[in-house]
């Protein structure tokens, strides 16, 4: 019977090491400069769309700040955001996007994923952007502040939640050049 535990628990250690390998993060934003190119999904309520998708990250002459591009669509429909990522606090991972117009988005940088959470229009929208060796995950979500759903446990605070119903879901799998 210890014998059975034994090989259980060396198939798990060797599971979770070959995971933790094939995930390992590296350092933000350096392990993970360069050019990513893809298809963007896009799922909404009023259907689906594809679109050709890149992102750039390289470095810049300045000490923590970072070149930050994303490009949607090609050819004459073909529109680069030209951004820069700007180290904050780097150690506990603060950075943030500057879009170069007055707009500051703050991310978060664990591991090998940068995440944001930022408000347009009334829309809240929630970046994720996970590296890995050969490629990067993009994805947003969208959910309308308005659509919101308010409910309350059923305890004595009567803790109030509220919930944001996602309206789009972009994803592209972007592959490293």
Do not use: W
Request: net charge negative; proline share 2%; aromatic share 12%.
């Amino acid at each position: 019977m210890k014998r059975k535990h034994c090989l259980i628990l060396a198939a798990l250690i060797s599971f979770f090491t070959i995971k933790a390998q094939e995930e390992a993060p590296g350092v933000f934003p350096q392990d993970f400069f360069g050019i990513y190119t893809g298809t963007l999904q896009v799922e909404s309520e009023s259907g689906s769309q594809e679109y050709a998708m890149e992102f750039h990250l390289k470095p810049t002459d300045t000490v923590g700040k970072y070149h930050y591009t994303l490009v949607y669509g090609e050819g004459d429909m073909r529109q680069e955001r030209k951004y820069t990522l700007v180290e904050e606090d780097a150690e506990n991972g603060k950075f943030y996007v500057d879009e170069n117009n007055g707009i500051i988005l703050d991310d978060k940088a664990v591991g090998n994923r940068l995440y944001s959470v930022f408000e347009v229009q009334g829309n809240l929208l929630t970046t994720f952007m996970t590296f890995h060796e050969d490629h990067l995950v993009f994805e947003i979500t969208v959910a309308r502040k308005e659509k919101k759903r308010v409910t309350h446990a059923d305890n004595e605070q009567k803790t109030e939640v509220i919930s944001y119903p996602i309206t789009t879901v972009q994803r592209a799998i972007l592959k490293k050049q």
